[in-house]
């Protein structure tokens, strides 16, 4: 299994997909420094106000609109890959079960997401240190909303893993991911029915609004361990066209 | 004997896409050493059989064994593939591609350089694939089919696309290979190139095998025969019968088997009185034998 990853990785050279799960939380920073610039009563906000105002502009932003949406781009280009060309036909026939071959897709998307969340972390500190300059760091806040939003996020990864490899058009991906944004950010204002909607549970695994964190990342795992069972089976079986 | 060991075992073999009978029924057999040609037009369901046999999709009935064994992960490693256009990621080099190709195979490292000599690749390696040319493209497939040294080759329309020079050398190449041990499947739609690498043919058409054998039973499905133009065929029929010489009704007048008697035939018929206006010796190249099985629906 670990070679499969490792033959995965290989492939990813001269992509956009490492320059995009870093170059994001990166961006994202740069223009909450933006932000903060222009706005005069965000800058003059007393000192021990400026990190939780810094973060929390930031970390809603990333939960509800680049996480999601950056994650379905990442399992879009992963699967993109043995799209084009139908590269497939040439990847199935090297002696290599499908099932490690589908994990071995699953865990590079999760790992890009894991460098993008641990790239918003260190961006942050950076970036939001030259905003408060460098006084009081809020460590725990700095690190808690990346990994826990990441474990809030395998569900969803899981499901847009699958829905690239059964779906070429990058359209597709794109769209869901839109679509599951836009739900997850109004599902998550509602204190029950969050829970029915994974898209809302990398924002719930934070704490953000109402819902209890340790739920939601429990229902993003088991949703994560679901799809994964059913996607794996379903590539399994199928017809490589 | 080795020269009987079985490589690949198709049986009623059949895949339905939806209401279109891709393959229908087919049984083939590939034995250890020979170098099978897979015959058929556009469309006659090569592609589909043959990803069948490499597990891309699978039979809606029937069974395939490799190397006396079902189809699993384990038996794919002894083969190498090449299905229809060559595929490669474009933003890697000719290296990194074999080498993503390696590392899943397992093969060792100093394989790839190898592969790159055998295809004649070794100095375009190192540029991006997105730039090579179709038939460099092709070279590449074919070496990352190379890569672990299989047992048996199955390449599916190798030539197609390629420029005279590089039809040769991929011949050459796959000429090159039982020797080396390998047996080889190779499927065409064009009978020529088949005739000059193939011992085994199997030829198929609207998803049905029309032929399996070697090239010289091929050949001898098809005596040459003699084509007698005559006034009065069923008369002529008749008098060729006295005379224990078997023929049949053809376009021309009429048909016999026996090319030894055509003397004799034409000189009963003159003698009954008919008009023979032509006796001609009728021979069936394998071009002629492969159009008339390949004929129809
Ligand atoms: N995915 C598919 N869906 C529907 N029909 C298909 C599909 N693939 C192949 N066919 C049909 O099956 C037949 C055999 O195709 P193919 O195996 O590609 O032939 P060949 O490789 O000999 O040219 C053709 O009639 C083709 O249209
Ligand atoms: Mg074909």
Do not use: C
């Amino acid at each position: 299994m670990l070679w499969v990853y490792y033959a995965e990785i290989l492939k990813y050279k001269r992509t956009s997909a490492l320059f995009l799960a870093i170059g994001i939380p990166f961006a994202i920073n740069l223009l909450f420094l933006l932000v903060f610039a222009l706005s005069k009563e965000l800058r003059e906000s007393p000192a021990d106000q400026l990190w939780t105002n810094y973060l929390s502009g930031l970390h809603s932003s990333w939960l509800q609109l680049f996480l999601p949406i950056g994650l379905g781009i990442l399992a879009a280009l992963a699967l993109g890959l043995e799209h084009q060309d139908n590269q497939w036909k040439q990847l199935l026939t090297l002696g290599v079960a499908r099932v490690p071959i589908f994990l071995a897709k699953w865990l590079a998307v999760l790992s890009l997401i894991f460098l993008g969340a641990i790239a918003l972390a260190l961006s942050s500190l950076l970036i939001g240190g030259i905003v408060t300059g460098f006084q009081k760091i809020p460590w725990l806040d700095i690190f808690k909303a990346p990994l826990l939003s990441f474990l809030g996020s395998l569900g969803i990864v899981s499901i847009q893993v699958w829905l690239a490899t059964r779906f070429k058009a990058f359209g597709v991906s794109i769209g869901v991911a839109l679509f599951g944004a836009i739900l997850g950010g109004i599902a998550i204002q509602s204190a029950t029915y969050w829970k029915f909607v994974p898209w809302a549970y990398p924002a719930g695994a934070f704490g953000l609004a109402n819902p209890n964190n340790t739920l939601a990342i429990g229902l993003s795992l088991a949703v994560t361990l679901v799809v994964v069972v059913l996607a794996a089976r379903d590539f399994q079986t199928r017809d490589m066209l | 004997m080795q020269g009987t060991e079985n490589a690949i075992q198709l049986e009623q073999l059949e895949k339905n896409f939806g209401q279109v009978k891709a393959v229908k029924n087919i049984n083939l057999s590939v034995q250890r050493g020979q170098v099978y040609g897979f015959l058929g037009p556009n469309g006659a369901g090569k592609t589909t059989t043959i990803r069948m046999m490499l597990g891309l999709i699978y039979p809606s009935h029937g069974s395939i064994r490799v190397f006396n064994e079902p189809l699993s992960s384990q038996t794919l490693k002894r083969i190498g593939s090449l299905v229809e256009t060559p595929s490669a990621y474009a933003h890697l080099t000719g290296r990194e591609n074999l080498e993503v190709a390696r590392v899943l195979r397992n093969t060792p490292k100093h394989r790839v350089q190898t592969v790159l000599e055998i295809v004649g690749l070794a100095d375009a390696a190192n540029r991006v694939v997105r730039n090579y040319s179709l038939g460099m493209k092709g070279r590449l497939s074919l070496a990352a089919a190379l890569l672990h040294e299989p047992e048996l080759l199955v390449l599916d329309e190798p030539t197609n696309g390629l420029d005279p020079q590089g039809i040769r050398e991929i011949r050459d190449l796959i000429r090159s290979f039982p020797t080396q041990g390998m047996t080889v499947l190779v499927s065409s739609h064009l009978l020529a190139e088949i005739e000059q690498i193939a011992t085994h043919v199997g030829i198929i058409h609207a998803g049905k095998m029309r032929f399996e054998g070697s090239l010289e039973a091929l050949q001898n499905q098809h005596q040459p025969s003699v084509i007698i133009g005559v006034n009065n065929p069923e008369k002529a029929i008749s008098i060729l019968e006295q005379n224990n010489i078997k023929a049949t009704i053809h376009p021309a007048g009429i048909e016999m088997l026996e090319v030894s008697a055509a003397a004799q035939a034409n000189r009963a018929l003159i003698y009954a009185g008919l008009d023979v206006h032509q006796v001609h010796t009728q021979n069936f190249s394998l071009e002629d034998l492969f159009l008339e099985m390949t004929k129809g629906a």
